[in-house]
């Protein structure tokens, strides 16, 4: 699977959009991005994730590049409940029983500031 | 929809001493499920992967005979640490693959261990 790159931290300030960048140059045709949080203490959320087109669900939005080699997770209204590490995966999405392996980097801590 | 549950949330043991850990889906069948583990301030790291009704496939540097992995049916698995020892203390995450539908992995509340 490719590797991703992602800033260590960033701060957002309350009730605004919080834009977290992630790096995936060596991308497959067929992985996916995939992002995830992990608040304090607890397991990871599933955010979003997307192939080549943008996505957005009622939890964010996913803009991917055109070359696929960068995406952007946006959380258009920051709470202070958003603070947490942000995870983006890429993945091969196998369909048809093969077992796929989400591997962690080291993420963005995402510190939502009142 | 899509909840995994972990017991127990947090278990304190002496060394020596064997622990368990189940990870549930609740409301969805999971042919797959991995283990993970995160000490602090670390990021998680992939333990293995179980598949109902067959031998879990280890990542590489885990030993196989001290964390024993059963997925005996498609909503429970189970990790055991056997003879914990205190390097063995850390936060134990399970997640779930609902069947059939491959994309998305649903992770569990995570379970902390202390061995003293």
């Known amino acids: 699977d490719a590797k991703t790159t992602q800033p260590t931290s960033m701060d957002c300030a309350e009730g605004r959009a919080a834009n977290l960048p992630c790096n995936h140059s060596?991308?497959?045709?067929?992985?996916?991005v995939y992002w995830y949080r992990q608040i304090h203490s607890q397991g990871p959320q599933y955010i979003i994730h997307g192939l080549k087109n943008n996505e957005t669900n009622e939890m964010a939005s996913l803009i991917i590049t055109e070359d696929r080699k960068s995406s952007t997770l946006i959380l258009p209204h920051a709470t202070l409940r958003d603070t947490a590490v942000y995870y983006c995966i890429v993945r091969v999405a196998w369909y048809g029983g093969a077992t796929n392996k989400l591997i962690f980097g080291t993420g963005t801590l995402l510190a939502v500031q009142p | 929809g899509a909840v995994v549950s972990q017991h127990p949330s947090r278990v304190i043991c002496k060394s020596g001493t064997s622990v368990k850990i189940e990870c549930r889906s609740l409301d969805f069948q999971a042919t797959t499920m991995f283990w993970y583990r995160q000490f602090p301030k670390q990021s998680l790291m992939l333990m293995a992967t179980?598949?109902?009704?067959?031998?879990?496939?280890?990542e590489q540097g885990v030993e196989k005979d001290k964390f024993l992995i059963n997925h005996a049916s498609l909503t429970l698995s189970t990790l055991t640490v056997t003879s914990a020892h205190p390097e063995d203390s850390s936060f134990y995450i399970c997640?779930?693959?609902?069947?059939?539908?491959?994309?998305?992995?649903?992770f569990g509340p995570g379970t902390r261990l202390l061995v003293l």
């Open positions: 060596t991308i497959s045709g067929n992985e996916y």
């Open positions: 997640s779930a693959q609902p069947s059939g539908f491959q994309e998305t992995q649903y």
């Open positions: 179980s598949n109902e009704g067959s031998k879990a496939t280890y």
